[in-house]
């Protein structure tokens, strides 16, 4: 299976979308603000990822709104809260096989284009 969770709305995931060339790679595209990911999707990723803090972006507006930088989070801390705010989930995430690309860092993406 090969799987792109994107945000629509987002110019860096448009521009990995692109540069990855998704739609003629024959990706499954899902965005996540328009169609919530799963429980069982988000541990799929999980797997792939190693953790779901690997998942977790401490860049999502919120994170310093909710003043989580200040608090130790555990695994399951991290699982709740991007369950709960699709903001929490480093973006784009892709999932090729057993394989999961979380983020817009070049090296991520340069290994999403060579899978």
Same mark, same amino acid.
């Given at each position: 299976?090969?799987?792109?969770?994107?945000?629509?709305?987002?110019?860096?995931?448009?521009?990995?979308?692109?540069?990855?060339?998704?739609?003629?790679?024959? =990706?499954?595209?899902?965005?996540?603000?328009?169609?919530?990911?799963?429980?069982?999707?988000?541990?799929?990723?999980?797997?792939?990822?190693?953790?779901?803090?690997?998942? =977790?972006?401490?860049?999502?507006?919120?994170?310093?709104?909710?003043?989580?930088?200040?608090?130790?989070?555990?695994?399951?801390?991290?699982?709740?809260?991007?369950?709960?705010?699709?903001? =929490?989930?480093?973006?784009?995430?892709?999932?090729?096989?057993?394989?999961? =690309?979380?983020?817009?860092?070049?090296?991520?993406?340069?290994?999403?284009?060579?899978?």
């Amino acid at each position: 299976m090969k799987k792109i969770y994107h945000l629509s709305s987002c110019s860096t995931c448009q521009r990995i979308l692109e540069e990855v060339q998704a739609e003629k790679k024959g =990706f499954i595209l899902q965005d996540i603000k328009t169609s919530a990911i799963t429980p069982a999707q988000l541990d799929e990723m999980k797997e792939g990822a190693g953790s779901y803090e690997a998942l =977790f972006s401490r860049r999502a507006i919120k994170y310093k709104q909710m003043g989580l930088k200040d608090q130790v989070l555990t695994e399951k801390d991290y699982r709740r809260l991007i369950l709960e705010d699709y903001t =929490f989930l480093k973006r784009p995430v892709a999932v090729v096989g057993k394989q999961v =690309f979380a983020g817009s860092e070049k090296k991520t993406v340069e290994g999403l284009k060579s899978a």
